[in-house]
């Protein structure tokens, strides 16, 4: 089992930017192809961005697409999402997920296994 913490949330003001992290620890990082989701307030969670194991093939999607970055250093351990042009909308928690794949390719999931606890991100005028 492998298990995710996130960090990086806080508030900022429309406009900014802000890179989220989430660590791993437990099992062989470079198994899991890993993504982010996010819970606005009153809504479901939703899928923003995923990212292959070796991190040759990423996915976004259209909440986040043109201004978010998925990245991940399997040297440690540890996912990024980078966002700019934060907007009021995206005052969410952030979650980051994983699942064991064998697909090096594969950068979307029909589902994620693990999940961390979230990152509040609030974004204010």
Known sequence: ???LIESGGGMVQVGD???LSCAASGDTFSRYALGWFRQRPGSDRTFLAGISVSGGV???ASP???RA???RDNAKDTMYLQMNGLQLEDTA?????A???SNHNAA????WDYWGQGTQVTVSL
């Open 69 to 71: 970055t998925i990245s």
């Open 58 to 60: 990423t996915y976004y």
């Open 99 to 101: 699942h064991m794949t």
């Open 1 to 3: 089992q492998v298990k």
């Open 93 to 97: 928690v952030y979650y980051c997920v």
């Open 108 to 111: 979307v999931m029909m589902r």
């Open 17 to 19: 930017s802000l890179r």
């Open 64 to 66: 986040v697409e043109g």
